[in-house]
């Protein structure tokens, strides 16, 4: 019977999975275009001084927007894929269920026990990602600042047109749907398998303004840059150029854990966790990170009347030169309200380690100067802020509805208590639970 049940969840898994095509330029393609069709526009002005803010002479810059790409790949990836086990749990070394627990468990997190041997767990989580944030900054809000390229003497500065700058803002709006499939299987009293299987869907929509400071139009009224359609004397310095809206899903990484408890006492629980995730993502998409990912987690949890506190220690190896490794620590608590009702109440932290990732200091600047020294400007390549390290703290707040046995309904919010990383104003998650 039982394994009649794991083929059907099986095939329920595979039959729901969207299917993933891969038709003609990628999103990360797509927002360099963004890029691309400034710089390739033939400037206006004398002298030809159209071909002089290409993307090869602008080298930080470029750096600058691959780092963003891979920021917001891996953000998305990353993001938790729901409890191992669900509802109830039971003990079944007296050869009957003996309930090891009285609240339903909490949500993103874990607790020390185990399912039992023979028992199954299917778990489905929808959650709702809208991007709004960059380490604080609205999206919407992110500049990108191109510089001229080195025309005359070495170092840029000499000459008015190095002083000419192009400013461009995004407007971004980044939405991210993860559906995550959870399947969890009890191979004995102490040891459980699962996979989960995220299926993902990006939309990315830009309406990016360009717009040319004119050092040279506001020092002699001339403009040596400007965009086709005006003159010299009367330029056009600000632009539009193709908006972006456009999205792709498919499947992101998927994640295989094995899960061992080692203390399965009437009040405390030690067991321990590790998590393999694949590179199963399209990186191309944001879908996934293009790099293997490696947790191993420790876990205790207790058991006092109605009260479950727990907390879960981790290490996460990236494996991602644009990722750093992490300590997690979720610490947190479910509550019996009654005897359908649970609440799950989690602080989820992930502080970044070891040194520094350079290339995600985006504040780097190009300094013009005078070869007089009379005058000299610093230009900032963006306006995201320059982190030392992207720490990820949040608050999750849930309910487990239990409206027939083995079976929960699950709602949940995460709302983000600092500003590090790519963040959302909150996370919505609904889902459910089935034990058999």
């Given at each position: 019977?039982?394994?009649?049940?794991?083929?059907?969840?099986?095939?329920?898994?595979?039959?729901?999975?969207?299917?993933?095509?891969?038709?003609?330029?990628?999103?990360?393609?797509?927002?360099?275009?963004?890029?691309?069709?400034?710089?390739?526009?033939?400037?206006?002005?004398?002298?030809?001084?159209?071909?002089?803010?290409?993307a090869?002479?602008?080298?930080?810059?470029?750096?600058?927007?691959?780092?963003?790409?891979?920021?917001?790949?891996?953000?998305?990836?990353?993001?938790?894929?729901?409890?191992?086990?669900?509802?109830?749990?039971?003990?079944?070394?007296?050869g009957?269920?003996?309930?090891?627990?009285?609240?339903?468990?909490?949500?993103?997190?874990?607790?020390?026990?185990?399912?039992?041997?023979?028992?199954?767990?299917?778990?489905?989580?929808?959650?709702?990602?809208?991007?709004?944030?960059?380490?604080g900054?609205?999206?919407?809000?992110?500049?990108?600042?191109?510089?001229?390229?080195?025309?005359?003497?070495?170092?840029?500065?000499?000459?008015?047109?190095?002083?000419?700058?192009?400013d461009?803002f995004?407007?971004?709006?980044?939405?991210?749907?993860?559906?995550?499939?959870?399947?969890?299987?009890?191979?004995?009293?102490?040891?459980?398998?699962?996979?989960?299987?995220?299926?993902?869907?990006?939309?990315?929509?830009?309406d990016?303004?360009?717009?040319?400071?004119?050092?040279?139009?506001?020092?002699?009224?001339?403009?040596?840059?400007?965009?086709?359609?005006?003159?010299?004397?009367?330029?056009?310095?600000?632009?539009?150029?193709?908006?972006?809206?456009?999205?792709?899903?498919?499947?992101?990484?998927?994640?295989?854990?094995?899960?061992?408890?080692?203390?399965r006492g009437?009040?405390?629980?030690?067991?321990?966790?590790?998590?393999?995730?694949?590179?199963?993502?399209?990186?191309?998409?944001?879908?996934?990170?293009?790099?293997?990912?490696?947790?191993?987690?420790?876990?205790?949890?207790?058991?006092?009347?109605?009260?479950?506190?727990?907390?879960?220690?981790t290490?996460?190896?990236?494996?991602?030169?644009l990722?750093?490794?992490?300590?997690?620590?979720?610490v947190?608590?479910?509550?019996?309200?009654?005897?359908?009702?649970?609440?799950?109440?989690?602080?989820?932290?992930?502080?970044?380690?070891?040194?520094?990732?350079?290339?995600?200091?985006?504040?780097?600047?190009?300094?013009?100067?005078?070869?007089?020294?009379?005058?000299?400007?610093?230009v900032i390549?963006?306006?995201?802020?320059?982190?030392?390290?992207?720490?990820?703290?949040?608050?999750?707040?849930?309910?487990?509805?239990?409206?027939?046995?083995?079976?929960?309904?699950?709602?949940?919010?995460i709302?983000?208590?600092?500003?590090?990383?790519?963040?959302?104003?909150?996370?919505?998650?609904?889902?459910?639970?089935?034990?058999?």
């Open positions: 019977m039982h394994s009649n049940r794991l083929v059907v969840a099986v095939w329920l898994i595979v039959a729901l999975a969207p299917s993933q095509t891969v038709v003609g330029q990628s999103l990360r393609d797509k927002i360099g275009n963004i890029f691309g069709a400034v710089l390739e526009i033939e400037l206006a002005g004398p002298g030809e001084h159209g071909t002089h803010f290409k090869d002479n602008v080298a930080l810059s470029e750096a600058t927007i691959n780092s963003f790409a891979s920021f917001i790949a891996a953000n998305i990836a990353s993001f938790p894929l729901g409890s191992t086990e669900a509802g109830l749990t039971f003990d079944f070394s007296t009957q269920p003996v309930s090891t627990t009285t609240s339903m468990g909490p949500i993103f997190s874990e607790r020390a026990q185990t399912l039992g041997r023979g028992r199954f767990s299917l778990g489905l989580n929808l959650s709702f990602l809208n991007f709004s944030k960059l380490r900054l609205k999206t919407e809000d992110i500049r990108f600042t191109f510089t001229h390229q080195d025309v005359g003497a070495p170092g840029l500065g000499d000459s008015d047109n190095e002083f000419d700058t192009i461009l995004m407007n971004l709006d980044l939405n991210a749907t993860i559906v995550s499939f959870n399947l969890t299987a009890g191979i004995t009293n102490h040891f459980d398998i699962s996979i989960a299987v995220p299926f993902v869907n990006v939309s990315v929509n830009a990016p303004i360009a717009r040319i400071n004119s050092f040279t139009f506001v020092s002699n009224d001339t403009a040596n840059h400007s965009f086709p359609g005006g003159t010299p004397s009367d330029p056009i310095l600000s632009l539009r150029p193709t908006s972006l809206n456009d999205d792709d899903a498919g499947i992101g990484d998927i994640a295989l854990r094995a899960k061992y408890s080692f203390l009437k009040t405390l629980g030690l067991a321990g966790l590790l998590e393999y995730r694949a590179a199963t993502g399209d990186e191309e998409n944001f879908l996934g990170t293009g790099h293997s990912s490696f947790r191993a987690m420790l876990i205790a949890s207790a058991i006092i009347g109605n009260f479950g506190p727990h907390l879960n220690l290490y996460d190896r990236r494996n991602n030169d990722d750093a490794d992490e300590i997690e620590l979720f947190g608590y479910d509550q019996k309200l009654a005897t359908w009702l649970t609440l799950s109440v989690d602080f989820l932290g992930e502080f970044e380690i070891g040194d520094e990732i350079e290339a995600l200091r985006f504040g780097k600047s190009v300094t013009l100067e005078r070869p007089a020294g009379n005058a000299v400007r610093e390549l963006t306006n995201i802020p320059s982190f030392s390290h992207d720490h990820n703290l949040n608050a999750s707040l849930g309910l487990k509805f239990n409206p027939k046995p083995e079976f929960i309904l699950i709602g949940n919010i709302v983000p208590l600092n500003a590090g990383g790519l963040r959302s104003d909150f996370i919505a998650t609904v889902g459910f639970q089935l034990g058999f």
